[in-house]
Protein backbone atom coordinates (compact mmCIF):
# COMPACT_ATOMS: atom_id res chain seq x y z
CA UNK A 1 0.00 0.00 0.00
CA UNK A 2 1.07 4.08 -1.30
CA UNK A 3 0.96 4.55 2.87
CA UNK A 4 2.05 8.40 2.55
CA UNK A 5 -1.54 10.75 3.26
CA UNK A 6 -4.15 8.79 1.95
CA UNK A 7 -7.05 10.56 1.25
CA UNK A 8 -10.08 9.11 2.89
CA UNK A 9 -12.58 7.83 1.15
CA UNK A 10 -16.58 7.57 1.03
CA UNK A 11 -17.78 3.95 0.09
CA UNK A 12 -20.48 2.76 -1.03
CA UNK A 13 -22.72 -0.51 -0.98
CA UNK A 14 -25.63 -1.02 -2.03
CA UNK A 15 -28.24 -3.53 -3.38
CA UNK A 16 -31.39 -5.15 -2.91
CA UNK A 17 -32.52 -6.30 0.93
CA UNK A 18 -30.96 -9.98 1.18
CA UNK A 19 -27.85 -9.25 -1.40
CA UNK A 20 -25.31 -9.40 1.90
CA UNK A 21 -24.35 -5.61 1.94
CA UNK A 22 -23.97 -5.39 5.64
CA UNK A 23 -21.81 -8.59 5.79
CA UNK A 24 -19.52 -6.83 3.23
CA UNK A 25 -19.73 -3.14 5.06
CA UNK A 26 -17.89 -4.65 8.13
CA UNK A 27 -15.60 -7.09 5.97
CA UNK A 28 -14.31 -4.04 3.97
CA UNK A 29 -13.76 -1.96 7.07
CA UNK A 30 -11.92 -5.26 8.69
CA UNK A 31 -9.62 -4.93 5.91
CA UNK A 32 -8.99 -1.00 5.76
CA UNK A 33 -8.52 -1.43 9.19
CA UNK A 34 -5.89 -3.93 8.78
CA UNK A 35 -4.58 -2.43 5.59
CA UNK A 36 -3.54 0.68 8.27
CA UNK A 37 -6.69 3.46 7.49
CA UNK A 38 -8.91 4.31 10.14
CA UNK A 39 -12.57 3.12 9.08
CA UNK A 40 -16.12 3.68 10.21
CA UNK A 41 -19.44 2.05 8.84
CA UNK A 42 -22.79 3.79 8.34
CA UNK A 43 -25.78 2.96 7.06
CA UNK A 44 -29.08 4.51 6.02
CA UNK A 45 -31.83 4.58 6.67
CA UNK A 46 -31.46 5.15 10.52
CA UNK A 47 -27.38 5.69 11.06
CA UNK A 48 -28.16 9.11 13.03
CA UNK A 49 -30.26 9.64 16.44
CA UNK A 50 -33.30 11.21 14.17
CA UNK A 51 -32.28 8.86 11.65
CA UNK A 52 -33.67 5.71 13.89
CA UNK A 53 -37.00 8.00 14.53
CA UNK A 54 -37.46 8.09 10.62
CA UNK A 55 -36.33 4.84 10.00
CA UNK A 56 -39.01 3.52 12.32
CA UNK A 57 -41.65 5.29 10.15
CA UNK A 58 -40.70 4.40 6.82
CA UNK A 59 -40.40 0.48 7.53
CA UNK A 60 -43.36 -0.17 10.07
CA UNK A 61 -45.56 -2.44 7.87
CA UNK A 62 -48.66 -0.81 9.57
CA UNK A 63 -47.83 2.62 8.11
CA UNK A 64 -49.24 3.49 4.87
CA UNK A 65 -46.88 6.76 3.35
CA UNK A 66 -47.50 8.34 -0.20
CA UNK A 67 -44.77 7.33 -2.42
CA UNK A 68 -43.68 11.75 -2.52
CA UNK A 69 -43.45 11.35 1.56
CA UNK A 70 -41.25 7.86 1.15
CA UNK A 71 -38.81 9.75 -0.85
CA UNK A 72 -38.88 13.04 1.22
CA UNK A 73 -38.20 10.89 4.18
CA UNK A 74 -35.82 8.56 2.82
CA UNK A 75 -33.59 12.12 1.44
CA UNK A 76 -34.22 13.43 5.84
CA UNK A 77 -32.45 10.58 6.87
CA UNK A 78 -29.70 10.98 4.64
CA UNK A 79 -29.49 14.28 5.09
CA UNK A 80 -28.77 14.21 8.70
CA UNK A 81 -26.43 10.96 7.86
CA UNK A 82 -24.42 12.99 5.60
CA UNK A 83 -23.71 15.37 8.47
CA UNK A 84 -22.04 12.74 10.07
CA UNK A 85 -20.74 11.06 6.98
CA UNK A 86 -18.84 14.69 6.30
CA UNK A 87 -17.44 15.01 9.99
CA UNK A 88 -16.27 11.23 9.94
CA UNK A 89 -14.16 12.06 6.80
CA UNK A 90 -12.92 15.75 8.16
CA UNK A 91 -11.71 13.48 10.86
CA UNK A 92 -9.80 11.44 8.48
CA UNK A 93 -12.11 8.26 8.73
CA UNK A 94 -12.96 6.30 5.72
CA UNK A 95 -16.74 5.84 5.31
CA UNK A 96 -18.60 3.00 4.40
CA UNK A 97 -22.46 3.68 3.80
CA UNK A 98 -24.67 0.46 4.12
CA UNK A 99 -27.40 2.66 1.27
CA UNK A 100 -26.88 5.87 -0.27
CA UNK A 101 -28.86 7.55 -3.07
CA UNK A 102 -28.39 4.47 -5.42
CA UNK A 103 -31.32 3.58 -2.91
CA UNK A 104 -33.42 6.40 -3.65
CA UNK A 105 -33.15 5.88 -7.12
CA UNK A 106 -33.76 1.94 -7.12
CA UNK A 107 -36.93 1.84 -4.72
CA UNK A 108 -38.35 5.20 -5.09
CA UNK A 109 -37.77 6.64 -8.38
CA UNK A 110 -38.04 2.75 -10.47
CA UNK A 111 -39.42 0.89 -8.11
CA UNK A 112 -42.62 3.40 -7.11
CA UNK A 113 -42.38 5.55 -9.81
CA UNK A 114 -42.03 8.69 -7.60
CA UNK A 115 -41.38 11.96 -9.56
CA UNK A 116 -37.86 12.08 -10.41
CA UNK A 117 -38.19 15.97 -10.61
CA UNK A 118 -38.50 15.26 -6.86
CA UNK A 119 -35.60 13.52 -6.38
CA UNK A 120 -33.08 15.38 -8.16
CA UNK A 121 -34.65 18.59 -6.50
CA UNK A 122 -33.73 17.79 -2.92
CA UNK A 123 -29.97 16.78 -4.04
CA UNK A 124 -28.36 20.24 -3.08
CA UNK A 125 -29.84 20.21 0.31
CA UNK A 126 -29.53 17.17 1.40
CA UNK A 127 -25.70 16.12 0.34
CA UNK A 128 -22.37 17.44 1.43
CA UNK A 129 -20.65 14.60 -0.07
CA UNK A 130 -21.05 11.76 -3.33
CA UNK A 131 -19.06 9.13 -3.25
CA UNK A 132 -15.82 7.87 -4.52
CA UNK A 133 -17.32 4.58 -5.20
CA UNK A 134 -20.33 3.26 -5.25
CA UNK A 135 -20.68 -1.02 -5.30
CA UNK A 136 -23.78 -2.09 -6.24
CA UNK A 137 -24.56 -5.65 -5.37
CA UNK A 138 -26.61 -7.88 -7.79
CA UNK A 139 -28.68 -10.52 -7.06
CA UNK A 140 -32.00 -12.16 -8.94
CA UNK A 141 -34.70 -10.26 -6.87
CA UNK A 142 -36.94 -13.30 -6.07
CA UNK A 143 -34.25 -14.60 -4.77
CA UNK A 144 -32.87 -11.58 -2.88
CA UNK A 145 -36.17 -10.98 -1.06
CA UNK A 146 -36.52 -14.70 0.06
CA UNK A 147 -33.37 -14.36 1.76
CA UNK A 148 -34.24 -10.93 3.09
CA UNK A 149 -38.11 -11.93 4.62
CA UNK A 150 -36.19 -15.43 6.14
CA UNK A 151 -34.13 -13.06 8.17
CA UNK A 152 -36.99 -10.61 9.17
CA UNK A 153 -38.48 -13.84 10.45
CA UNK A 154 -35.82 -15.18 12.32
CA UNK A 155 -35.87 -11.99 14.07
CA UNK A 156 -39.25 -11.40 14.96
CA UNK A 157 -38.95 -7.76 12.70
CA UNK A 158 -41.76 -8.84 9.97
CA UNK A 159 -44.05 -5.77 11.28
CA UNK A 160 -41.69 -3.65 12.61
CA UNK A 161 -39.64 -3.71 9.77
CA UNK A 162 -41.27 -5.77 7.11
CA UNK A 163 -43.13 -2.70 4.72
CA UNK A 164 -40.12 -3.02 2.34
CA UNK A 165 -40.31 -6.71 2.14
CA UNK A 166 -43.82 -7.74 2.18
CA UNK A 167 -44.27 -5.64 -1.70
CA UNK A 168 -44.67 -7.86 -4.73
CA UNK A 169 -41.79 -9.33 -6.46
CA UNK A 170 -42.56 -7.47 -9.81
CA UNK A 171 -41.66 -4.28 -7.31
CA UNK A 172 -38.29 -5.34 -6.41
CA UNK A 173 -37.77 -6.70 -10.15
CA UNK A 174 -38.09 -2.81 -10.96
CA UNK A 175 -36.20 -1.85 -8.57
CA UNK A 176 -33.23 -3.81 -9.08
CA UNK A 177 -33.20 -2.76 -12.81
CA UNK A 178 -33.16 0.91 -10.94
CA UNK A 179 -29.85 -0.02 -9.24
CA UNK A 180 -28.39 -1.44 -12.86
CA UNK A 181 -29.57 1.92 -14.78
CA UNK A 182 -28.48 4.40 -11.82
CA UNK A 183 -25.20 2.07 -12.15
CA UNK A 184 -24.50 2.32 -16.17
CA UNK A 185 -25.58 5.87 -15.74
CA UNK A 186 -22.86 7.11 -13.23
CA UNK A 187 -24.40 10.44 -12.58
CA UNK A 188 -23.65 10.55 -8.99
CA UNK A 189 -20.26 9.03 -9.11
CA UNK A 190 -18.28 5.94 -10.21
CA UNK A 191 -20.38 3.29 -9.92
CA UNK A 192 -19.57 -0.47 -10.47
CA UNK A 193 -21.07 -4.11 -10.01
CA UNK A 194 -20.70 -6.95 -8.22
CA UNK A 195 -22.17 -10.12 -8.37
CA UNK A 196 -23.69 -11.12 -5.13
CA UNK A 197 -24.18 -14.70 -6.11
CA UNK A 198 -21.15 -15.99 -5.22
CA UNK A 199 -19.84 -17.26 -1.91
CA UNK A 200 -19.23 -14.49 0.57
CA UNK A 201 -15.40 -14.47 0.24
CA UNK A 202 -15.46 -14.02 -3.55
CA UNK A 203 -17.63 -11.16 -3.36
CA UNK A 204 -15.65 -9.96 -0.62
CA UNK A 205 -12.44 -9.98 -2.65
CA UNK A 206 -13.66 -8.22 -5.49
CA UNK A 207 -14.87 -5.68 -2.94
CA UNK A 208 -11.56 -5.08 -1.68
CA UNK A 209 -9.57 -5.25 -5.34
CA UNK A 210 -11.90 -2.82 -6.82
CA UNK A 211 -10.97 -0.41 -3.69
CA UNK A 212 -7.52 -1.25 -3.34
CA UNK A 213 -7.25 -0.54 -7.21
CA UNK A 214 -8.88 2.66 -6.78
CA UNK A 215 -7.75 4.28 -3.35
CA UNK A 216 -4.63 2.23 -1.89
P1 LIG B 1 -31.92 -1.69 5.23
O1 LIG B 1 -31.89 -1.34 6.66
O2 LIG B 1 -30.63 -1.62 4.49
O3 LIG B 1 -32.56 -3.12 5.09
P2 LIG B 1 -31.92 -4.51 4.81
O4 LIG B 1 -30.85 -4.66 5.84
O5 LIG B 1 -33.09 -5.41 4.96
O6 LIG B 1 -31.39 -4.48 3.40
O7 LIG B 1 -32.97 -0.80 4.45
C1 LIG B 1 -34.33 -0.86 4.81
C2 LIG B 1 -35.20 -0.68 3.62
O8 LIG B 1 -35.17 0.67 3.18
C3 LIG B 1 -34.84 -1.54 2.43
O9 LIG B 1 -35.97 -2.33 2.11
C4 LIG B 1 -34.58 -0.57 1.32
C5 LIG B 1 -35.26 0.69 1.75
N1 LIG B 1 -34.66 1.95 1.26
C6 LIG B 1 -35.34 2.69 0.28
O10 LIG B 1 -36.42 2.26 -0.19
N2 LIG B 1 -34.83 3.87 -0.15
C7 LIG B 1 -33.67 4.39 0.35
O11 LIG B 1 -33.24 5.48 -0.07
C8 LIG B 1 -32.97 3.63 1.34
C9 LIG B 1 -31.69 4.18 1.94
C10 LIG B 1 -33.50 2.42 1.78
Known amino acids: ?33 KSGVKAAVGFE ?11 EILLNSQTSISKETELLLFSADRAEHQVKVASLLELGFWVISDRFLSS ?20 PYTIKQYPDLTIILDLEAESAVQRSLLRLKAEGKEIAEGRFESEKSSF ?3 TREGFLEYAANRQYGETIIINAAQTIEEVSEQIIDAVRERFL
Open 1 to 33: MKQAAVKPRFIVLDGLDGTGKTTQCTLLAEYLI
Open 104 to 123: TWAYQVRGRSAPIGLFEAVL
Open 172 to 174: FQK
Open 45 to 55: PGGTEAGRRIR
